[in-house]
C-alpha cells in the first residue's frame, strides 16, 4: 500500500471559517479521496492553530481563559467540515500535549546544535501579524498597529540553511508548486536572508508554548505552527513517523508560501528531518473583483450556500472553478451558470434521460450487454482512457481539468445518445436501443464514480440507480437485468432571474456612493459621558456650553440644542459623545467633542442612556 499524506493549513481559531478555508479543506478531501479510491494508506491532517497574539488579545476582550477561548470557536470549523463532507483523519489544535512536547523537543533540537543564539533586537513590530517587519514593509501602508520595539529575543540561524534550501528548490522540480510560485520564492532567496526571531517574552505575551531553555519566552506562533505537520505524522512515535513522514502534500493558500516554502524547510534542515515532498500553493478566492475581507462586509459565507443550493454543487463549484494556482473570482451569477450548464443540463439531464427511456421502454430493468457499434465502442474507449487521464490530472492536482474532462465524457454521451436515438430505435430495433441504453449507463457510471470525490452525495444516489454502489472503478462493471431505482430530480435548474431579482434588492438598500467600510466607522470614537453642567452661550439662542465628564475628565462642547433642552433638565444625563472630533471654535467658543441625537424635522432628542446602568468613559461600538 502506498502511503498518501496531505496537509491543509491550520486555520486561526479566531476567524470565522470563510469560503477561502472552506476552499482548501474541500480540495485536500477531494485529492485524498481520489487517493483513498486506488487503496492508498492516508493521512489526511486539517486542525488549528491556537496560540499568539490575537487569541490571547480577543480572549481578554471576552474576559475568558484563552484555552476556553479557543474552545468555544473550534466547533465552528468542526461543524462546517461535517457539513462540507469532509472526511480528514486527523484535526489537530495546537493547544495540545501531543503538539507542545514535539514544540519543545524540536526547539531543544535547533537550541543544542548551535542554531538558536539570543540577541537584543531594535525594530518595527506589527501587532497584526505579529512579527518584526521592515521599514519598507512599514511604509508600504499594508500594516496597521506598528509599535517600536526593543527587547532581547532568541534567533534562528535562517541563513545558515539559504544556499543549502536554494540547491534543494533546483535540484527538485516538484518541491514548491506551480511553477511561478517556486520562482517566486527563488526570486526572495537571492536578497540574504535574514535570522527569524522565534521568541516573545511572555511578559509581552504569554500564550504560546515556552521555551524549553528559557521559561520568560513563549516560541513565535509560526514556529509553534508549521512543527503541527510533523506532530501529526507521529513524531513522538516512531513506526507511525517513518512511514508518513515527509508529507506528500502541504496544501496552502498564497498568503502564506514564504512561511511554508523557507521557515519550515530551514527548520527541518536543523532538526536534521526530510523536507516535505511537496508545497503546493493555490490563489485566492475573489469576491467578484476584490478581495474578501471582513471590514468590507464581503465574505462569502459557506453555510449559507449550503443551505441554499446542497453540499454537492458547492464542492463542484469551487473545484470546477479555480485553476489550481490562480486567483478565482465568486460571485453568484457564476455559480449558477456553472451549476445550470455542468449540472442541470449535462449531467443531470444524461442521468434523467437514460433512466426514463429504460423505465418507459424497458421495464426499469437495466439491459443485457453494450453497444458494440462504432458509435459505442468509441464511448467504450474514451471512457477507458478517461478513467487513466483522470487519474494523472490528480496526480498533477490539476483537479478543475480532471473535472473538465469528465464533463466532455458527459457531453459526448449525450451527444451518442441523440445520434443512435434510442426513443426512435424502440420501435424499430429494441435490442440495439437497450444496448445503446447498457452503454450509457455504463457511462453514466462510470463518470459518477471518477466525479464521487467530488460530490459524495449525490454520485452516490446515481450509483443506487444503477444498483453500483459496490461497484469499481473499471469499464465493463455494470451488471445486466438489475432494475434500477427512483429518485428525486438530482439537480434542479436555479432560476437565474430569482436570483437576479433579489441581488437586485439587497442592492438597493447599499447606496455605493454612501457606503463606508467597517474600518472607517471604528475610527470614530463614542464614549459615555455625563452632563455635569449647562449654560446658554450669550448672543446664540440656540447653542449650550454644555460640561461633561468622561473617566473622572472633563471636556467642553458647544451644542446647538439650546431650544430644545434648558439647562436643568440636562445636568446628570448620560449620553454619547464624539471623543475623537477635530477640536473646533463655536462662536468663539472651544468645543471638543460633539453629542449624538436624534432627529427628524423639527423633533430633537439626545441620545441617553440609563445613568443607573452606565459609567461615563464606556466605548460604543
Ligand atoms: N494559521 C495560519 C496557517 C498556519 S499553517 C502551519 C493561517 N491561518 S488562516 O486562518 O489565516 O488560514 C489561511 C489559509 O486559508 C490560506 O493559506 C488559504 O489556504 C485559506 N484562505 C483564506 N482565505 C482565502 C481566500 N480568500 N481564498 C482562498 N483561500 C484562502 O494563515
Redesign the pocket.
Known amino acids: 500500500m502506498k502511503k498518501f499524506y496531505l496537509t491543509?493549513?491550520?486555520?486561526?481559531v479566531n476567524?470565522k471559517p470563510?469560503?477561502?478555508?472552506a476552499?482548501?479543506t474541500i480540495l485536500a478531501d477531494v485529492v485524498t479521496r481520489f487517493h483513498r479510491k486506488t487503496n492508498d494508506d492516508v493521512l489526511f491532517l486539517t486542525g488549528l492553530?491556537e496560540h499568539g497574539q490575537k487569541v490571547q488579545q480577543a480572549a481578554d476582550k471576552r474576559g475568558v481563559d484563552p484555552k476556553v477561548h479557543c474552545d468555544d470557536m473550534a466547533p465552528r470549523f468542526l461543524d462546517l467540515w461535517e457539513k462540507l463532507n469532509i472526511q480528514y483523519d486527523d484535526f489537530i489544535r495546537t493547544t495540545e500535549s501531543r503538539h507542545i512536547l514535539v514544540v519543545q523537543d524540536l526547539l531543544q533540537k535547533v537550541f543544542d546544535k548551535g542554531d538558536i543564539y539570543e540577541d537584543e533586537y531594535e525594530g518595527l513590530y506589527s501587532v497584526s501579524e505579529e512579527r518584526f517587519i521592515t521599514e519598507k514593509e512599514a511604509d508600504s501602508g499594508e500594516f496597521k498597529d506598528i509599535k517600536k520595539l526593543k527587547e532581547k529575543n532568541y534567533f534562528f540561524k535562517m541563513s545558515k540553511y539559504q544556499e543549502a534550501l536554494i540547491d534543494h528548490i533546483n535540484q527538485n522540480s516538484n518541491f514548491i508548486q506551480p511553477e511561478h510560485r517556486k520562482n517566486e520564492v527563488l526570486g526572495f532567496l537571492k536578497k540574504p536572508l535574514d535570522d527569524l526571531c522565534i521568541s516573545r517574552p511572555k511578559a509581552r505575551l504569554s500564550w504560546g508554548i515556552e521555551l524549553p531553555f528559557d521559561s520568560n519566552y513563549v516560541t513565535y506562533v509560526w514556529f509553534d505552527?508549521?512543527i503541527?505537520y510533523v506532530t501529526a505524522a507521529g513524531y513522538s512515535n516512531e513506526e507511525k513517523f517513518n512511514k508518513y513522514w515527509p508529507a506528500d502534500y502541504h496544501l496552502?493558500?498564497k498568503?502564506?508560501l514564504t512561511t511554508h516554502a523557507v521557515y519550515w524547510p530551514t527548520m527541518l534542515m536543523s532538526a536534521g528531518l526530510p523536507l516535505p515532498n511537496g508545497i503546493f500553493a493555490?490563489g485566492?478566492?475573489l469576491s467578484g473583483e476584490s478581495k474578501?475581507s471582513k471590514s468590507v462586509g464581503n465574505v462569502v459565507d459557506p453555510l449559507g450556500l449550503i443551505k441554499e443550493y446542497g453540499v454537492d454543487p458547492v464542492r463542484y463549484y469551487l473545484m470546477r472553478e479555480m485553476v489550481l494556482g490562480n486567483d478565482a473570482s465568486f460571485t453568484m451569477e457564476s455559480f449558477i451558470k456553472r451549476y445550470n450548464s455542468d449540472l442541470a443540463n449535462d449531467f443531470g439531464n444524461l442521468l434523467s434521460r437514460v433512466t426514463n427511456l429504460l423505465t418507459k421502454f424497458f421495464d426499469g430493468k437495466i439491459p443485457k450487454c453494450e453497444d458494440n457499434s462504432k458509435e459505442g465502442l468509441s464511448i467504450k474507449n474514451n471512457g477507458i482512457e478517461l478513467i487513466k487521464n483522470v487519474s494523472t490530472k490528480i496526480e498533477k492536482m490539476k483537479v478543475n481539468e480532471a473535472i473538465e474532462i469528465i464533463l466532455q465524457f458527459i457531453r459526448s454521451v449525450n451527444k451518442y445518445l441523440e445520434i443512435m436515438a434510442p426513443w426512435k430505435l424502440v420501435k424499430s430495433d429494441l435490442d440495439l436501443a437497450g444496448k445503446v441504453l447498457f452503454t450509457s449507463a455504463e457511462a453514466l457510471r462510470v463518470s459518477s464514480l471518477l466525479l464521487s470525490p467530488i460530490m459524495p452525495n449525490r454520485t452516490l444516489i446515481i450509483l443506487k440507480t444503477f444498483c453500483a454502489e459496490q461497484s469499481s472503478l473499471k469499464w465493463g462493471e455494470l451488471t445486466p437485468n438489475k432494475t434500477i431505482k427512483n429518485h428525486d430530480v438530482l439537480f434542479p435548474r436555479i432560476d437565474i432571474k430569482k436570483i437576479k431579482n433579489e441581488n437586485v434588492l439587497q442592492k438597493k438598500n447599499i447606496q455605493p456612493d454612501n457606503v463606508i467600510t467597517y474600518d472607517q466607522f471604528k475610527n470614530i470614537e463614542l464614549k459615555t459621558a455625563k452632563i455635569v453642567s449647562a449654560e446658554k452661550v450669550e448672543g446664540a439662542d440656540k447653542l449650550l456650553k454644555i460640561q461633561v465628564e468622561i473617566n473622572n475628565e472633563k471636556r467642553q462642547i458647544i451644542s446647538g440644542i439650546a431650544e430644545h433642552y434648558s439647562s436643568e433638565e440636562l445636568i446628570n444625563k448620560i449620553i454619547i459623545v464624539v471623543t475623537n472630533l477635530k477640536p473646533a471654535k463655536i462662536f468663539g467658543i472651544e468645543s471638543y467633542g460633539m453629542l449624538l441625537a436624534a432627529k427628524k424635522g423639527k423633533d430633537l432628542t439626545l441620545i441617553t442612556l440609563d445613568s443607573e446602568k452606565v459609567n461615563t468613559g464606556m466605548t460604543i461600538y
Request: aromatic letters at 20%; glycine letters at 8%; a negative charge.
Open positions: 491543509t493549513p491550520i486555520y486561526y476567524d470563510h469560503i477561502g478555508h476552499y482548501t492553530d505552527a508549521l503541527n496552502i493558500g498568503d502564506i493555490h485566492w478566492w474578501m
